[in-house]
């Protein structure tokens, strides 16, 4: 599984910005995805997760309310909406590809659940 991420830019604080992740060399449907990022000096941690089917999705706390992970199979392709961004998520966004459809609710947040990873898209919100 191939994913190219794109998307990421520079917004002012309370501004949006809509990442994708295309993914190739095998039907999306076959695997749960999430976005991670990792801001500077700090360990790569949780965003966002959907279920292989779309059926469920997961939100690390400080996200939540505020972006919106979706999926198009169709497409092979996962998209988050980030909304009301704030100078705490400038990051570095990666899209993960977890090819095990039966990960639990509690490890779909575990960095070590996910195979495939993507090369990452900037993302720096200015205060």
């Known amino acids: 599984v191939q994913l190219q991420a794109s998307g990421g830019g520079l917004v002012q604080a309370g501004g949006s910005l809509r990442l994708s992740c295309a993914a190739s060399g095998r039907t999306s449907s076959t695997y749960n995805m999430a976005w991670f990022r990792q801001a500077p000096g700090k360990e790569r941690e949780f965003v966002s997760a959907?279920?292989?089917?779309?059926?469920?999705?997961f939100y690390a706390d400080s996200v939540k309310g505020r972006f919106a992970i979706s999926r198009d199979n169709a497409k092979n392709s996962v998209n988050l909406q980030m909304n009301n961004l704030k100078p705490d998520d400038t990051a570095v966004y990666y899209c993960?590809?977890?090819?095990?459809?039966?990960?639990?609710?509690?490890?779909?947040?575990?960095?070590?659940?996910?195979?495939?990873w993507g090369q990452g898209t900037l993302v720096t919100v200015s205060s």
């Open positions: 959907i279920r292989w089917n779309g059926g469920s999705t």
């Open positions: 993960a590809a977890d090819t095990w459809l039966y990960t639990s609710a509690q490890r779909m947040g575990d960095i070590k659940s996910y195979e495939y």
